[in-house]
């Protein structure tokens, strides 16, 4: 009996034994390093800025009248062509003609006084040099017809401003252009007594548009004039039109504690699809480099770490503030560089490498084994496990070329 005991008892150790030591040898870990590599190789490199705007024409021309009446006649309506001095309106002129007539009655008037007085003058200077009426009658004749002459020029000018008046009743076209708003009817009565009443719109030339956008103060400082400008109206949603900055007007709109600049932008209308007032979705290109050597940014930010180095791994570094690694056989090199522009996901490489070398710009953890953080600090094995763990990017995002795996 004791004897089997014996036997039993050594069974349950051998059998804890051999659990044990699968537990702590059998169970192999492992862990598998990918990085992730990109072409050094030539791209676009570009920074934009968006905003909002308006499609206007270039030139319009609000015409009014200076008279006030009833509107006799319209000559034209929207969308109608007209040509500059062409009759587009007219106002009924039966009270104009009747202060003209007037004003031309009070200058004939008035030139009958000046040459009564006139010959009643040269009377008194005649008289006066005989000795024959005192000074003050003569100074008196001689200022009446001063007055006269004054009277007479007063009158030239009423009928000049009445013949004027008259003119205005005939309303013309200033520019040659298209009839874009008409505000009266014939028969409807405009007053001038304080303004000057709209009756149209005249746009010069629809083939030549404008844009008008409103550019927040944060962007306005990348804004020049002459840069590259595209954008899209909801009217023709798959169509992308083209245009430059003109013009970057220096005064400031605020609107809800908005603080907004105006910046005029062309756009060629050939086939006349802009319409005036179709608001227009502006993409402002602040910064191009066409066809320039780059790499993705975080090329720039990526180092490999000696904790992820296996015995057959090396790192040859370089003195320099900006660098790319490569990976070319178990060495890890590093190569300094000069950059240029950058937009934030790729950056201009003037000088360092050569285009088609393949550069480090990330690296993934996966596997049971992967217990240690990029900065090299061992985790703790009694804390709790973040989720996904065992597939973890040293860098961010992996994108690029290739992957070099160990």
Not at 379 to 396: E, W
Request: hydrophobic share 35%.
């Amino acid at each position: 009996m004791k004897k089997s005991y014996k036997i039993i008892i050594a069974v349950a150790v051998v059998a804890l034994l051999a659990v044990a030591a699968w537990l702590i040898f059998g169970k192999e870990k492992k862990e598998h390093i990918s990085f992730t590599t990109a072409k050094v190789q030539k791209a676009d490199i570009q920074n934009s800025i968006t905003a909002t705007g308006t499609i206007e024409p270039v030139t319009s021309v609000t015409v009014g009248t200076q008279v006030s009446g009833i509107v006799a006649h319209l000559y034209v309506d929207y969308n109608s062509v007209v040509r500059k001095g062409q009759v587009i309106a007219e106002l009924d002129k039966t009270n104009l003609i009747s202060e003209l007539n007037t004003a031309k009655a009070n200058l004939t008037s008035a030139q009958s006084s000046l040459n009564y007085q006139q010959a009643n003058y040269k009377r008194y200077q005649t008289l006066y040099s005989k000795g024959l009426v005192s000074a003050d009658d003569f100074e008196s004749a001689r200022l009446t017809y001063q007055q006269a002459q004054q009277q007479v020029n007063t009158s030239r000018e009423n009928v000049k401003r009445a013949q004027t008046n008259l003119g205005y009743a005939t309303i013309t076209s200033p520019i040659d252009g298209i009839v874009l708003s008409k505000s009266v009817e014939e028969g409807q009565t405009v007053a001038a007594s304080f303004s000057t009443p709209e009756l149209f719109t005249i746009a010069q030339d629809l083939t030549n548009m404008q844009v008008i956008a409103n550019i927040d103060e944060a962007d306005i400082g990348e804004v020049k004039q002459g840069q590259r400008v595209t954008f899209t109206v909801d009217a023709f949603p798959e169509d992308v039109f083209q245009g430059s900055i003109k013009q970057v007007r220096q005064q400031a709109t605020t609107t809800s504690n908005v603080v907004t600049y105006e910046v005029v932008i062309s756009a060629p209308n050939g086939d006349l699809k802009l319409k005036p007032g179709l608001t227009a979705n502006v993409t402002i290109f602040t910064m191009e480099r066409n066809g320039v050597l780059s790499v993705p940014a975080k090329a720039l930010r990526f180092t490999p770490n000696p904790v992820f180095l296996s015995k057959e791994e090396s790192i040859q570094d370089c003195d320099g503030q900006k660098k790319v690694w490569t990976k070319e056989g178990n060495v890890f090199k590093a190569y300094r560089v000069e950059t240029g522009t950058t937009n934030g996901t790729l950056t201009e490489i003037v000088s360092g490498v050569k285009e088609g070398m393949e550069v480090l710009t990330d690296f993934n953890i996966t596997g049971d084994n992967a217990e240690v953080e990029q900065d090299g600090q061992a985790s703790n094995p009694f804390m709790p496990r973040r989720p996904n763990r065992n597939n973890r990017s040293g860098n961010g995002n992996t994108q690029g070329g290739g992957n070099q795996r160990r």
